[in-house]
């Protein structure tokens, strides 16, 4: 069974660890500067992995296919936000094509 020192200890240790890591950026820029092409690469690496969290979210509810009112609701708030719609407008056409969708049984 845990106690309540084990319970402090893992949180002060996930405390300096977070701590750690995000001191560290700042302090291996100045040592470290990467070349531009490995900066480019990196910044193509995070769209990426963005948009694949995005796609699995949009298409999975844990195990299983999502319905398809999630998708649906993404893709039309996918393309407001492509068309540079305010960021609420994006939220609520997409909040609502997905709870329109559900309403009618899809």
Do not use: C
């Amino acid at each position: 069974m845990i106690g309540t020192t084990e319970i402090l200890v893992a949180g002060a240790v996930l405390g300096a660890g977070t701590y750690a890591y995000r001191v560290a950026g700042p302090l291996l820029h100045t040592w470290f500067t990467p070349s531009l092409r490995v900066q480019a690469l990196m910044t193509i690496a995070a769209t990426v992995l963005l948009f694949a969290l995005g796609v699995t979210s949009a298409l999975m509810d844990g195990t299983h296919l999502a319905d398809a009112a999630r998708p649906a609701g993404v893709a039309v708030g996918a393309v407001l936000a492509w068309r540079r719609a305010p960021f609420v407008v994006v939220v609520v056409a997409a909040a609502g094509t997905a709870a329109g969708l559900r309403l009618l049984g899809l």
